[in-house]
Nanobody, 121 residues
C-alpha cells in the first residue's frame, strides 16, 4: 500500500502565503516525480508544479515566480510554498506521485485526497 497525505491548506487573504506539504508513505521503493495539481470550482484539474527525483522542476505559467516546489527525498515529502496568492488560486490542491512500490516492478501514479486552499479578495 502507498498513501499520499497532504497538509497545510486553509484560508488566506490575497497577497498572503501558504505552504502545503505531502508525505508519501507505505511500501515505496523509489520516487520518480512528485508534484501538485489543483482543481478550482467548475474547472478541470490542472498541473501546478512538479519536481523530479533529480530536482528538476516544472511550473504552470500562472504560478511561475510565486510558487516554489521542493522535496525531501529521504522523507518522500514534497512541499509547495505559495506566495502572493490570488483569488484565482482558490482550489483543491492534490498531491501527485509517480513512484515504484516495493510490490511492483513498474512505476505507477498515486494521488492524495486533496487539501482546500481558499484565497479571499
Amino acid at each position: 500500500q502507498v498513501q499520499l497525505v497532504e497538509s497545510g491548506g486553509g484560508l488566506v487573504q490575497a497577497g498572503g502565503s501558504l505552504r502545503v506539504s505531502c508525505a508519501a508513505s507505505g511500501s515505496i521503493f523509489s520516487t520518480n516525480v512528485m508534484g501538485w495539481y489543483r482543481q478550482g470550482p467548475g474547472k478541470q484539474r490542472e498541473l501546478v508544479a512538479t519536481i523530479t527525483s533529480g530536482g528538476s522542476t516544472n511550473y504552470a505559467d500562472s504560478v511561475k515566480g510565486r510558487f516554489t516546489i521542493s522535496k525531501d527525498n529521504a522523507k518522500h515529502t514534497v512541499y509547495l510554498q505559495m506566495n502572493s496568492l490570488k483569488p484565482e488560486d482558490t482550489a483543491v490542491y492534490y498531491c501527485y506521485a509517480n513512484l515504484r512500490a516495493t510490490f511492483s516492478r513498474w512505476l505507477a501514479d498515486y494521488w492524495g485526497q486533496g487539501t482546500q486552499v481558499t484565497v479571499s479578495s
